[in-house]
């Protein structure tokens, strides 16, 4: 490099030093905490509901007692996606004086943050991430000493929309993704011989095999289970189910005529998940044939459970698909 074209590359240099804060030159700067992720409207993080608008808000800070902190950007992203790059709000100045009775404003404690608006459709697990200084435009100066820590992030659940109390105005719902629910039931006899009791008990699990949460309406029956003769059919009810959730379920079924009247019967059953009552993601899963044998001598020998011959449950018949 000749001498001429050198003298004008470190004159130009030195201006630009001299123009950056002296404060920013060789700084660190550090996530201070995690991500928080509250309500817009009512600042609670306590419980976070899809369809309302989030804030994602993140803390940085310096180690050391600076002036005024240079205008980083933040990025900020929620799985994977951009959802903003403002640049850093700054705290109020403290003021202190110098020996020459100067007036000098600090920044101490020394720190920013950053947020951004973001709205789900979904419910779920979400990741959130903040990113200092995203282009590296001023790690390009060496102004950062260290930059492993200027990133940050959590996760956070998004719960589905609470369903309008009956009579109230339904509100548009969010999307949510769709469950997928399967039954796995199985009946036995019960050793009831007095007139009115139960004879048949149908018991197991419903899950949700689905990536959404499966909303029921409150006081509806989810599966109906189907009596061709001897006992009267019912409905099975479960509150709402998170993906991958099984809930334990039971229901009683009751004689047409005396329980003797059964005694030797082979009875048949059909368990269903009642279509219309949530939009299932398959229909697998959804019915199974459930069969029952009655001894007999059922309900002959005595007219008490105690002294009743013990019931037998036939093997349990394919399912529907």
């Known amino acids: 490099?000749?001498?001429?074209?050198?003298?004008?590359?470190?004159?130009?240099?030195?201006?630009?030093?001299?123009?950056?804060?002296?404060?920013?030159?060789?700084?660190?700067?550090?996530?201070?905490?995690?991500?928080?992720?509250?309500?817009?409207?009512?600042?609670?993080?306590?419980?976070?509901?899809?369809?309302?608008?989030?804030?994602?808000?993140?803390?940085?800070?310096?180690?050391?007692?600076?002036?005024?902190?240079?205008?980083?950007?933040?990025?900020?992203?929620?799985d994977g996606k951009v959802i903003g790059t403002p640049n850093a709000t700054l705290p109020p100045p403290v003021e202190s004086t110098d020996f020459d009775h100067k007036t000098l404003s600090y920044y101490n404690p020394p720190s920013f943050s950053a947020s951004a608006i973001w709205t789900t459709a979904i419910a779920g697990v979400h990741t959130a991430k903040c990113t200092l200084d995203p282009?590296?435009?001023?790690?390009?100066?060496?102004?950062?000493?260290?930059?492993e820590n200027n990133v940050q992030q959590t996760s956070f659940t998004v719960d589905v929309t609470p369903l309008a109390p009956p009579g109230a105005a339904q509100g548009p719902q969010p999307k949510v993704l769709d469950p997928d629910l399967r039954i796995a039931l199985a009946a036995r006899v019960l050793p009831?011989?007095?007139?009115?009791?139960?004879?048949?008990?149908?018991?197991?699990?419903?899950?949700?095999?689905?990536?959404?949460?499966?909303?029921?309406?409150?006081?509806?029956?989810?599966?109906?289970?189907?009596?061709k003769a001897g006992v009267h059919g019912g409905t099975i009810a479960t509150g709402n189910l998170a993906p991958g959730q099984a809930q334990q379920v039971s229901v009683t079924l009751k004689p047409k005529a005396l329980p003797v009247s059964l005694a030797g019967a082979t009875l048949k059953f059909r368990a269903s998940i009642i279509p219309g009552v949530i939009k299932d993601a398959s229909a697998a899963g959804n019915q199974k044939e459930l069969t029952v044998v009655f001894p007999a001598n059922y309900c002959k020998q005595a007219s008490g459970s105690?002294?009743?011959?013990?019931?037998?449950?036939?093997?349990?018949?394919?399912a529907k698909r």
Not at 192 to 221: E, F, L, M
Not at 306 to 318: E, I, V
């Open 1 to 78: 490099m000749n001498e001429p074209f050198r003298t004008a590359y470190l004159g130009i240099g030195a201006i630009a030093l001299a123009w950056l804060p002296c404060a920013a030159l060789a700084v660190d700067v550090v996530a201070a905490n995690l991500v928080t992720v509250t309500d817009a409207v009512t600042g609670s993080g306590s419980k976070l509901v899809a369809g309302r608008k989030l804030k994602i808000s993140c803390k940085y800070s310096y180690p050391q007692k600076v002036g005024k902190p240079l205008s980083w950007k933040v990025q900020l992203e929620v």
């Open 135 to 147: 282009e590296g435009r001023l790690r390009g100066w060496e102004m950062l000493s260290h930059t």
């Open 192 to 227: 009831n011989c007095a007139p009115g009791q139960d004879v048949v008990r149908i018991s197991g699990t419903i899950r949700n095999a689905g990536s959404g949460y499966a909303i029921i309406p409150p006081g509806k029956a989810i599966v109906e289970i189907e009596s």
């Open 306 to 318: 105690s002294t009743t011959p013990r019931a037998r449950a036939a093997p349990d018949g394919p």
